[in-house]
Each structure stands twice: as C-alpha cells, then as structure tokens.
C-alpha cells in the first residue's frame, strides 16, 4: 500500500505560520533553502540546520536582509548525530522557543548513479541513514513536543518512484521508498492526534542535487524549487490538513 496522492493545493494567506515554529533539516541545500524563506514569509520563526555553520549564517543573513522574521541556526551533521543529539535539539526548542509546529526533512545524500555490484558499502549505508535513519531518531525526538501544539506537520521529501526503481539509482532509491513507508506507518499510528504526517513530491527542479543526477541535462529549463517550497509551507499551515496521510504530488500539478 502506498500513500495517496493529491495533486492541488492553494497559496497560504499571508501570515499563516504566524507563531509557528518550524525545524528544517538540510537548509542549506536549494529546496531547504527554499522552504526556510517561504516559511518565514509566512511568518514562522524557523530553526534551520544543517552541518556547515558557515552556509547557515550566509542563509541567516540573506534572510535577514529580506527582512524575514530572524531564524535560528542550530549546525547539525545528522550522518553522526546520535539519538541523545536529537533529544538535546528537542530539549533546546521547547526551553527556548517554547513549542514546535512542523519539521521539514529537506536534508538528503545522494551517492550518484552506480549499479548495486559496484556500490561502495559505505556510501549505500551512510544514504539510508541520512535519507531514513536520521528522520526518524529526530522525528521520534520531537514528537513529544509536536504533540503539544494544537496542530502540527512532519514533511518528508520524496523523489519520483517511477525513476527510482530503475536501474542504478542504488541507495537513493531505496532509501526514498523507505521514506515514504516509513511516512506511511508514522501517519497510521497519528491519524486521529494533533500531528500530521505528509510528504511532497517535488517534480524536476533547478537543484545541485538534480545537476548530479542528470549530468548534461540544461537543469536551467527547469524551475528554481521556489514553487515546491510554497507547497511545503501549504502543507505545514492549517490548510494542508486536507492533505493529511498523502502525498502532495507536483509532478502533475
């Protein structure tokens, strides 16, 4: 069984995370950077991480100086970060901040195109962990603190399955039908609570993990992941419990 999908949303009202808190993972990275300004043009106060500090203050800055509501830089490398690493986040949100309303799982590895003989090992276990492993331990360490919010929203990224199970797509591929299983058993065991459980599949965007992936292809004629983003922020709002248990799927929208 998979998740359902959906193909339409609505643009959010102005200030439809006002209040809000909201974590994203990978935020260095186009589609993270992204969604951590659309988030905040919605009025979120949002924690962004990711494990180069430096790239976090060049986003925190720019986002100040689009005068966007000021982010919180949390440096994270969730490749070695441990369970105790997402409890102390957790700890520090609800101290600090005072409540959690969404995490956003923009963060990704992607070991290239290789055929499974030819996988290094290690490469194909650090993707799982990176791509599964560490959404789970930091969502399973926040969803205490997601619990106390009225409403909130867990957002997995996922990637086209009908690309994905083909030839030499190896961990990556793998790993993302993970996610979105893992997705699936998430949302059926918080169907009824305040949590939401939902994931985005983006269609081509202009990213450096889609000039990676399809090495020669002109990535410029495809847009920048502003629009995914935007999307992302819907999902996170009040009206993106329409959407709950599926799959907002832009391929097609």
């Known amino acids: 069984m998979t998740m359902p999908r959906v193909n339409e949303y609505a643009p959010v009202a ?13 935020a260095c990275g186009g589609l993270g950077t992204a969604t951590a300004k659309a988030a905040a043009r919605a ?7 990711g494990r180069r500090k430096r790239q976090l203050e060049q986003l925190y800055d720019a986002m100040l100086q689009e005068h966007l509501p000021e982010p919180v830089i949390h440096p994270m490398d969730i490749e070695s970060a441990t369970p105790a690493d997402y409890e102390a986040l957790a700890d520090g949100i609800e101290r600090d901040l005072g409540r959690l309303d969404g995490i956003v799982h923009a963060a990704v590895s992607f070991p290239g195109l290789t055929p499974l003989a030819m996988h290094k090992p290690d490469q194909f276990l650090r993707a799982l962990h990176v ?6 331990a930091l969502t399973q360490a926040c969803l205490p603190l997601l619990a106390k919010a009225p409403d909130s929203a867990v957002v997995f990224v996922l990637d086209d399955p009908e690309l994905l199970s083909r030839a030499h797509w ?5 790993s993302k039908a993970a996610l979105e299983r893992m997705a699936e058993i ?6 009824r609570g305040s949590v939401r459980v939902q994931c985005l599949l983006p269609g081509p965007m202009r ?4 000039r990676e992936a399809y090495f020669g292809e002109d990535t410029f004629r495809h847009p920048p992941p502003d629009a995914a983003a935007e999307a992302v922020v819907y999902l996170l709002s009040p009206q993106g419990t329409a959407t709950r248990g599926a799959v907002l799927d832009l391929r097609k929208a």
């Open 14 to 26: 102005a200030g439809a995370l006002a209040e809000r808190v909201v974590l994203v993972t990978g």
């Open 43 to 49: 009025g979120a106060t949002v924690i962004i991480t």
């Open 131 to 136: 791509n599964v492993s560490a959404p789970f």
């Open 170 to 174: 190896g961990a990556y591929g793998a």
């Open 186 to 191: 998430l949302h059926q065991e918080n169907d």
């Open 207 to 210: 990213t450096a993990l889609r």
